[in-house]
């Protein structure tokens, strides 16, 4: 008698994809829905993260743009294994042979050390060119108009902070930076539009390998606390109250930040992203400066605003008030 194979099953319902990666020693984030790693296919020596996943519909969708692999996740499993996806499936689902021994992947080469991408002193040139565009460039006009709309209105200040407006150059990943407003970070740039365009924001890197705080040089822990907020303009209303603080320029905080501030002697940190930050977003940056030797404090934060940087168009005294209301802890 002829052994009949059971039919294909709904793959999907039974298979965790995630732990079925790991099991062939491929690492991969659990928490995320979306990400990019190097390709596990055993013919591919893939140098950098080319494979992108992607979970869509309860379906993992895998593509590699370096071998041009492209499938779902069974695909993938399937020549990981060594055999079609129908095979893959099929033996899946009978339940009746395990599965074949994966092929042993080949070892992978150490990640990269981090390059610079320029000298400290070209990048220092592009923002000092980008800092006297603003001030005095004929094409900057609406950059100050919209500094003035978000209540900075002092050139002292303006100079203080050493903004800019971004201005054309050679430098690698800068070119997209021209005709937004510039903000000077450690190792790298912020640049946020002064119109609808998109993204509202662009970052770059170029002396440091991680996106570093917006102030994070300009803070000392002889002058009085620290808060920890989102954006620059929310870091600025709060230096303007006097009150020290540092952007991490999005959600989640660099640790190589977190052990700088606590080289430099802080202790202890006041949480106050943008009210809309998830909990598991302020969890993550206070598990990132407890690590760093760093106690975290939860704050309430602006009320009645959606973030410290609206309080800028603010009287001293309104100012004063709302950081006076804000920075209670939760």
Request: a neutral charge.
């Amino acid at each position: 008698m002829t052994a009949t194979l059971p039919p294909l099953a709904p793959a999907w319902e039974r298979v965790d994809f995630l732990a079925e990666l790991e099991r062939r020693e491929v690492r991969v984030p659990w928490n995320r829905a979306r990400f990019s790693v190097r390709c596990p296919l055993p013919d591919h020596e893939d140098r950098t993260p080319s494979c992108s996943m992607s979970l869509v519909n309860g379906k993992w969708l895998v593509k590699c743009f370096g071998c041009d692999f492209s499938g779902d996740g069974i695909d993938l499993l399937a020549a990981l294994d060594g055999m079609t996806s129908a095979e893959w499936c099929r033996i899946r689902a009978s339940r009746e042979a395990p599965l074949p021994v994966p092929v042993p992947a080949r070892p992978r080469p150490p990640e990269p050390a981090f390059r610079p991408l320029c000298t400290p002193e070209e990048l220092a040139g592009y923002l000092d060119a980008c800092h006297q565009a603003l001030l005095s460039g004929n094409d900057s006009a609406a950059a100050r108009r919209y500094l003035r709309d978000r209540g900075l209105t002092d050139g002292a200040e303006i100079r203080a902070w050493r903004l800019g407006f971004g201005v054309s150059t050679k430098l690698p990943k800068l070119w997209c930076m021209q005709g937004r407003l510039v903000f000077p970070c450690p190792g790298g740039v912020e640049a946020r539009a002064i119109d609808d365009a998109q993204p509202k924001y662009l970052a770059a890197n170029l002396l440091t390998e991680r996106k570093l705080p917006f102030a994070l040089d300009q803070v000392d822990p002889e002058r009085g606390p620290l808060a920890i907020v989102e954006g620059a303009f929310d870091a600025i209303a709060l230096h303007r109250a006097e009150v020290q603080a540092i952007a991490v320029r999005g959600k989640p905080l660099a640790s190589e930040a977190a052990a700088r501030l606590r080289e430099r002697g802080f202790t202890s940190g006041y949480i106050s992203l943008d009210p809309d930050a998830e909990r598991q977003a302020v969890l993550e940056v206070g598990r990132t400066l407890v690590r760093a030797g760093i106690a975290p404090y939860w704050v309430r934060g602006p009320q009645g605003v959606k973030d410290w940087g609206e309080v800028l168009t603010r009287s001293d005294e309104e100012l004063l008030g709302a950081v006076a209301e804000g920075l209670v802890l939760r």
